[in-house]
């Protein structure tokens, strides 16, 4: 069961900002940043996975994570460059990684989606989970008409995820992102920037009809290392 909420009783309705919402799932709960996420949300941002594919601080302070919920992820929203949401049990209410919108293009009603799965989450198929919630709402509810997905070549976790979902592979930009690996003295907690090509998905209304009946005829979201 899928239930939107919007937040301080804010209507839903067609602007160049997304409302203030929770979107509920069975599951999951995605819901605006709160202060007590940040323990969590330090945690997850400076786990090896998340730092090899993130673009975020490395490392991930008390200082870097006061910033992104006080004040970076709701200027996303309020700026119109898309919105930015934690994502937690629906019963222990634990924060399990974050879903992000962003590039939003408001005239063709298109936008990139983004997600993180924290290290003590991984393998239950929350990832595909958020994101097939959040883009329900947004063909049904906001009226857009594309979602993007750009997944490190190497990301193998990440491409599974957009797989489930149907999106299509739409091509590949070369060179286009930068990642992060282990130099030689990683165990010190050397890292070094390297160069990665981008698989970029689409996904349009039309390709996400019976993406839901699909995994659940299957078992459920799946069990793979869904972490980005």
Do not use: H
């Not at 909420?5 to 709960?29: A, C, K, N, Q, W």
């Not at 969590?40 to 993130?54: H, K, P, R």
């Not at 006080?70 to 119109?80: C, L, N, S």
């Amino acid at each position: 069961m899928l239930c939107f909420y919007p937040v301080l009783g804010m209507e839903l309705r067609m602007t160049t900002t997304f409302p203030s919402i929770s979107i509920s799932t069975d599951r999951l709960v995605m819901r605006p940043f709160e202060m007590a996420d940040i323990p969590a949300y330090i945690e997850m941002m400076n786990d090896e996975a998340v730092v090899a594919w993130m673009d975020g601080p490395n490392p991930c302070t008390q200082v870097d994570a006061e910033r992104w919920v006080r004040r970076i992820a709701p200027a996303e929203r309020t700026g119109g460059q898309g919105i930015a949401l934690a994502v937690t049990e629906f019963l222990t209410q634990r924060l399990v990684g974050s879903v992000r919108l962003l590039n939003t293009d408001w005239r063709t009603r298109s936008t990139e989606v983004r997600y993180i799965t924290a290290p003590w989450a991984r393998g239950e198929g929350y990832a595909t989970e958020s994101v097939l919630a959040i883009a329900e709402w947004l063909f049904r509810d906001q009226g857009f008409e594309r979602i993007e997905l750009r997944t490190p070549a190497d990301n193998t976790a990440s491409q599974q995820v957009a797989q489930k979902l149907g999106c299509i592979s739409e091509g590949v930009l070369r060179n286009a992102r930068i990642a992060r690996t282990r130099t030689e003295n990683g165990t010190d907690g050397g890292w070094t920037d390297i160069r990665t090509d981008l698989i970029v998905w689409g996904l349009l209304p039309e390709d996400l009809e019976g993406v839901a009946e699909q995994l659940a005829d299957a078992g459920g979201y799946g069990t793979y290392n869904d972490w980005k």
